[in-house]
């Protein structure tokens, strides 16, 4: 697996604060300490290793965990989320069109694994979006070309010719294949740079052919030193997107992601292996998930976020705030929580009189319409007008008639939660739906 060994160490300091009692400052700073020389080990730069530590310190500490969690499931999740935030968070798209030819252009340092990188980025596309072609334009390494065609095998083909000009090869060969009407053309680059400070011919190259996407490869070993390769490249040529490659048993590999990440380049993909398959999406919160152990972490913090979304909406609802926002929240709850009238129902006097009449589709095109609203206007529905209502309607793909049935009951629901205003009110309401303590 990759990282093995920041996983291990990670997983130790989570379940040695799940194996705690009371979960004190002192607990606390244990946990800290340990995740601190994990990273440090890792190979991740001190600065971030220290910012990151009292995140987790103050935000342990300071935060209440929400009913029916404890303050160590709070941590676990604080852990989660601020190693999700170090590697870049959400995972990054490739763009691609589906009636051309997307170009690929792949650069990167001599020895990064760019070659091998381009042979398994062509697998990776052949299996998901049809006809992939690679241009071989390695003109200081002829023999590159036998190497993509040996990881890659007979069924994509390689692109090259002899000349000593690569923005050529690269031309005629985005032209062969966009006859062919090949759905991605990955153009290997040269790529001999003792240090990243000569880059000219990628930046000739960019300009010459305007590829639609520049992916650069970086060593994951070299670790920290990541930020600065990526900086550069990014200067030079619009970067993409990164694909951090030798991961599989990179000491420093954590220190590597980080590093990429920090840098504000988005991390596409990691090499785990020489062979071609040996290419992983990455996508930073189910990395995280597998150092941490797997599945469950993810749906312990999605659980912890739920849990505290109902009791932040609880708070505002019992104090008689209840905005389309709120509302679209209060559906999205309910959705999970079992039949919409369920809150209505519970409240004497009115159960039966106010009914959200709603099944689940509909529930997902009410998210819709509300989606389609400005915040002023969830902020402040008395703006929903009119031709407003017309236009909500064309950008949530419903009918007006929808969109005033929506904004009835929300007002209705509105009504209710006003008229119930008072917090013990509120709270033995929603004792009875379960929600709050
Ligand atoms: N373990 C491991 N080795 C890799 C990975 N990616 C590439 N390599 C190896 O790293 C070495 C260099 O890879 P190349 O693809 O030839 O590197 P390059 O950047 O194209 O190098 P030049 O063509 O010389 O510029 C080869 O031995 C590859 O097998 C990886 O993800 N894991």
Redesign the pocket.
């Known amino acids: 697996m990759v990282l093995e060994k920041l996983g291990s160490s990670l997983r130790n300091a989570v379940s040695k604060i799940m194996g705690k009692s009371v979960i004190d400052e002192a607990a606390v700073n244990e946990f800290v300490r340990e995740v601190q020389r994990s990273l440090i080990e890792a190979d991740v730069d001190v600065k971030l290793v220290l910012e990151i530590s009292r995140r987790i310190k103050e935000r342990a500490l300071k935060e209440s965990p929400p009913p029916g969690f404890s303050r160590r499931d709070l941590a676990v999740k604080i852990l989660y989320e601020e190693l999700t935030n170090l590697l870049g968070r959400k995972p990054a798209e490739i763009p691609m069109e589906s009636k051309k030819t997307n170009v690929i252009m792949m650069v990167?340092?001599?020895?990064?694994?760019?070659?091998?990188?381009v042979a398994k980025l062509a697998f990776w596309l052949s299996k998901r979006f049809g006809k992939v072609g690679i241009i071989s334009a390695?003109v200081m390494?002829p023999a590159?070309k036998l190497?993509i065609e040996q990881l890659v095998g007979p069924d994509i083909p390689v692109f090259s010719k002899e000349s000593k000009d690569p923005v050529e090869i690269m031309r005629e060969g985005i032209e062969f294949f966009k006859r062919e009407r090949y759905n991605f053309v990955i153009i290997?680059t040269a790529?001999?740079h003792k240090d990243e400070s000569s880059l000219m011919s990628e930046l000739d190259a960019y300009r010459e052919i305007g590829p639609d996407l520049v992916i650069l490869?970086i060593d994951g070993t070299i670790g920290q030193a990541a930020y600065a390769q990526a900086r550069a490249f990014a200067e030079k040529v619009p970067v993409g997107g990164v694909i951090v490659?030798?991961?599989?048993g990179a000491a420093k590999g954590g220190g590597a992601l980080s590093a990429v990440a920090a840098s504000g380049a988005p991390i596409l993909f990691i090499?785990?292996?020489?062979r071609v398959d040996?290419l992983e999406r990455f996508d930073p919160e189910r990395f995280v998930s597998r150092l941490l152990g797997g599945g469950d972490i993810i749906e312990l913090a999605m659980r912890i976020e739920e849990a505290f979304k109902e009791s932040r909406l609880m708070e505002r609802m019992s104090k008689g705030k209840f905005d389309l926002e709120d509302f679209r929240e209060y559906i999205q709850q309910l959705g999970k929580a079992g039949p919409m009238e369920k809150l209505l129902e519970m409240v004497p006097g009115i159960g039966g009189r106010v009914q959200l009449d709603v099944n689940s589709g509909e529930m997902d095109r009410w998210i819709a319409i509300i989606n389609s609203m400005t915040p002023e206007e969830r902020r402040d529905p008395s703006l929903i007008r009119g031709s407003r209502i017309e236009r909500i309607a064309r950008g949530s793909g419903v009918t007006a008639k929808e969109v005033r049935k929506l904004l009835k009951s929300y007002h209705q629901a509105k009504k209710l939660i006003e008229s119930m205003s008072s917090e013990s009110k509120a709270r033995r309401l929603f004792r009875r739906m379960g929600i709050g303590g």
């Open positions: 990167g340092i001599e020895g990064s694994g760019k070659t091998t990188t390695d390494r590159s190497q290997d790529g001999r490869t490659t030798k991961l599989d090499g785990t292996g020489e040996d």
